[in-house]
């Protein structure tokens, strides 16, 4: 909850800023992934407001683009 009202309800995927005031269709979400490192799954400076859409869709296509390390 901290990192949505730290980014005001509003998703941070770039050319969307959609604002969300529905906390459900919102989802803190790891910049980095985070394999397990639970420093960095804690991090907050590693989350960041993403709506749904975008990280359903979008962050996890990224993902998947990535090659795990």
Known sequence: MRVLIRDHFTCQMVGCGRIEPETSQLVAD???QHHGEEAMFWDEGNL???CKP???KLKQKQERAQPHR
Request: hydrophobic letters at 20%; one cysteine or more.
């Open 54 to 56: 975008c990280h359903d």
């Open 48 to 50: 960041q407001c993403l």
């Open 30 to 32: 790891h910049k980095i």
